[in-house]
């Protein structure tokens, strides 16, 4: 393990995140641009913009008996800044306002951009890279940095407002509809139609006048000659007159002048003629047209996330497509010439490659579209023609390994090369060195994560997923945390947010979180029995059995 993942922190000092800005680029992509090269949106807000608000926390009580977690419960130990009085402004001068400068290389622009700005080309300052051994530049937050953090590493949030800075939601288009399954609605449905359409049986009897069965008992029944049969889409219009009856199935539409339905169970279920026997009120066993769903009615906000049942009511009121943003298109890639696909032989220095398998799986269950390249040789040669390969279909690279100190970390030797992505080292613990920035010509947003395996995994959890759903449109970008009970001692190293791994239970008592065994960044079995992070923030230098933690509970829907 190398001296770069041996560092770490804690979430006690979130970085607000939360929906889009509203006056970030949203163009639009044709529905027939399968291969989606210009979906990758160069966010660049302006730079005071902040980053929307973080999700609540949720936060079971530890000490009620039958306890459950609830989703949402709004954090109170966060520490609010008094703000200072304002001091007056000096006259702004009568000049246009300077149009922001992205920290990372921005694409050239598209005929989209000339569309929008009329045909004159955005201005933006290119960044001066940095100068050698020059420590990162950090990014303003809204939280304090806590005074544990050596000069030269960035915070988490820091690291993260770059990224979700750097990438903005990509354009939307009118999808086919179960495709669009776990995605955000771009804009609010309106109903086209009323739901029912037309007024049905909601039984399988018979359509009568309420008034011709009054009176109508199993002792004294009134028998009604059956004028005719009515099945769901048999598309022919009926009519009946008083004092006869109509079979009918249930959701076919009721005849002209009956006002009421007679289940099968209170009749002889005759067929030339049938016998009432119970009365019905006006309105009885019907389906009235719009009862459910009104023409013109709303019936799905913006940003509502298509689930099954979501997509259930758009398919019934006709809709084919619906207007969302695409899955994001994820190239995985890891590094190192030891690394064999599982299966095939192994030397006596090679291993199975696992980041490649394990970062596509994550970005499988993220909701986004996962193409895993899998491992290439420690030669920046072999790098980067595969990473030119493989921009066309990429919306996001993610490559694992080759970004620390040693003689031969391929991603940061050939992406430092390019000067459009930066190395830096967060105050985190494990997943020390990472990596962003945007490479070649279509300006691809990369990030790089450690190699070992727990490093990759976490590294995912903190910076990779926030930005997949960015992409989506998807809120809150960062998983919830909830309180948690502690159920042994913990040691951290102070200046460093260490992410510890654990197993999450709510018990008869409360929620709890118990460590598992083993703190080595290469543990990947202890990984596997984990299914939660124990946060221990980077003043924080002891956690003891029965302290309340904040965890993120992994695998967890939100």
């Not at 398919?315 to 010439?337: D, H, Q």
């Not at 030891?338 to 490659?353: A, F, K, M, Q, V």
Request: glycine share 8%.
């Amino acid at each position: 393990m190398s001296p770069e993942e041996t560092d770490g922190g804690s979430e006690q000092n979130m970085l607000p995140l939360g929906p889009p800005h509203p006056e970030e680029d949203e163009s639009q992509v044709p529905p027939d641009d399968v291969e989606r090269t210009e979906q990758v949106s160069v966010y660049v807000p302006p730079s005071d913009a902040p980053i929307p608000d973080e999700p609540p926390e949720d936060e079971p009580p530890p000490d009620e008996p039958e306890a459950t977690v609830p989703d949402e419960v709004a954090s109170t130990d966060e520490t609010v800044a008094e703000p200072e009085a304002a001091a007056p402004e000096p006259a702004a001068p009568e000049t246009a306002p300077p149009v922001p400068t992205p920290s990372l290389g921005v694409r050239p622009p598209t005929a989209a951009d000339l569309a929008r700005t009329g045909g004159v080309p955005p201005q933006a300052a290119e960044p001066e890279p940095p100068a050698a051994g020059a420590p990162a530049e950090r990014v303003a937050t809204a939280r304090p940095r806590p005074a544990s953090i050596r000069e030269g590493l960035l915070t988490v949030e820091e690291h993260l407002e770059k990224i979700l800075r750097g990438i903005g939601p990509l354009g939307a288009y009118d999808q086919p509809l179960v495709e669009s399954l776990g995605l955000p609605l771009f804009e609010a449905f309106i109903s086209p139609t009323n739901l029912p359409r037309f007024d049905n049986s909601a039984m399988d009897g018979y359509a009568v006048r309420a008034e011709d069965v009054a009176g109508a008992s199993r002792e004294t029944p009134i028998v009604l000659p059956v004028v005719g049969e009515i099945a769901a889409g048999s598309a022919k219009p009926f009519a009946i007159s008083a004092g006869t009856a109509v079979k009918i199935m249930t959701g076919a539409p009721i005849p002209r002048g009956a006002d009421a339905v007679i289940p099968y169970e209170q009749t002889d279920r005759g067929n030339a003629r049938v016998e009432i026997h119970a009365p019905a009120a006006p309105g009885a066993c019907i389906r009235r047209e719009g009862a459910d769903v009104k023409t013109g009615e709303k019936v799905l906000d913006e940003g509502a996330v298509l689930g099954p049942r979501e997509i259930g009511l758009l398919a019934s009121l006709g809709a084919a497509r619906v207007k969302a943003r695409p899955r994001p298109r994820v190239v995985v890639i890891s590094t190192g010439s030891e690394l064999r696909e599982p299966g095939t032989h192994l030397d006596y220095d090679s291993i199975n490659d696992g980041n490649s398998y394990m970062l596509a799986a994550a970005v499988r269950a993220a909701g986004a579209i996962c193409y895993r390249v899998g491992a290439v040789d420690d030669s920046p040669k072999a790098f980067r023609k595969v990473l030119s390969e493989q921009l066309v279909r990429a919306d996001l690279v993610v490559t694992s390994g080759g970004i620390s100190k040693g003689d031969h970390d391929v991603v940061k030797e050939t992406l430092s090369a390019l000067g459009t992505v930066d190395f830096v080292e967060v105050a985190m613990q494990p997943g020390k060195p990472q990596g962003f920035g945007r490479v070649f010509d279509e300006q691809t947003p990369i990030i790089t994560l450690p190699g070992n395996a727990v490093s990759a995994y976490v590294s995912f959890e903190v910076f990779v997923l926030p930005a997949i759903r960015r992409m989506m449109g998807r809120t809150p970008y960062r998983r919830p945390m909830v309180h948690a009970v502690l159920a042994s001692d913990l040691q951290s190293p102070p200046g460093i947010r260490q992410y510890v791994r654990g197993v999450f239970e709510v018990t008869h008592r409360g929620a709890k979180v118990t460590p598992v065994p083993g703190a080595g960044s290469h543990l990947v079995g202890s990984l596997a029995q984990a299914n939660a992070l124990i946060i221990v923030g980077e003043d924080q230098t002891a956690l003891n059995l029965g302290d309340t933690v904040r965890t993120l509970v992994l695998d967890r829907p939100y």
